[in-house]
T-cell receptor, first 113, second 114 residues
Framework: KQEVTQIPAALSVPEGENLVLNCSFTDSAIYNLQWFRQDPGKGLTSLLL?????REQTSGRLNASLDKSSGRSTLYIAASQPGDSATYLC????????????FGAGTRLAVHP | EAGVTQFPSHSVIEKGQTVTLRCDPISGHDNLYWYRRVMGKEIKFLLHFVKESKQDESGMPNNRFLAERTGGTYSTLKVQPAELEDSGVYFCASSQIFGSYEQYFGPGTRLTVT
């Protein structure tokens, strides 16, 4: 049974810091991995999707890496800003592509000025 | 291009009543998924449609939940009769049936059963 774990559960940093959010999964037979952002009371915004054959994806100040064999992904946020404050969720789909997403519990990030 | 929309945004009902949630996926997305988050827990999968067919309904908690997607466009999720433990946020997502299968989420419906 696939399980997704995110560490840390919460993180508070001063503005300008570079930070890393961690995601681990128990079954390496994944099709892809998505990182999402959720603002309070809002839906999920897809940030990055990494397919199993890829090692990393970048979008602006965000960089996500994937090490499928070790069951790990990291989301790197460069030069954090108060607007980055949100909950970040990691989710995987098993081989088959269109299958359901299996979510971690998320990391709640607060960036203070 | 419009994103995934859900209606209503909030619903407060009494135990034993019926509620119907609606999801309109992104136009052209044949995959449609329902998920929910109950208080303090991870977001969990409920079911998956491919067009109008149920591909996977392994996450549906019990037979009080009924999902439909007539015509392969919008979908409804009915809870009848609602119980206290059904409270939570219900999310809908959609994706294409080719390519990366990236899932796009709606804003969710917050359901409160009192």
């Amino acid at each position: 049974k696939q399980e997704v774990t995110q560490i840390p559960a919460a993180l508070s940093v001063p503005e300008g810091e570079n930070l890393v959010l961690n995601c681990s999964f128990t079954d390496s037979a994944i099709y892809n991995l998505q990182w999402f952002r959720q603002d309070p009371g809002k839906g999920l915004t897809s940030l990055l999707l990494i397919q199993s054959s890829q090692r990393e994806q970048t979008s602006g100040r965000l960089n996500a890496s994937l090490d499928k064999s070790s069951g790990r992904s990291t989301l790197y946020i460069a030069a954090s800003q108060p607007g980055d404050s949100a909950t970040y969720l990691c989710a995987v789909t098993l081989s088959g592509g269109y299958n359901k997403l299996i979510f971690g519990a998320g990391t709640r990030l607060a960036v203070h000025p | 291009e419009a994103g995934v929309t859900q209606f209503p945004s909030h619903s407060v009902i009494e135990k034993g009543q019926t509620v119907t949630l609606r999801c309109d996926p992104i136009s052209g997305h044949d995959n449609l998924y329902w998920y929910r988050r109950v208080m303090g827990k991870e977001i969990k999968f409920l079911l998956h449609f491919v067009k109008e067919s149920k591909q996977d309904e392994s996450g549906m908690p019990n037979n009080r939940f009924l999902a439909e997607r007539t015509g392969g466009t919008y979908s409804t999720l009915k809870v009848q009769p609602a119980e206290l433990e059904d409270s939570g946020v219900y999310f809908c997502a959609s994706s294409q049936i080719f390519g990366s299968y990236e899932q796009y989420f709606g804003p969710g419906t917050r359901l409160t059963v009192t």
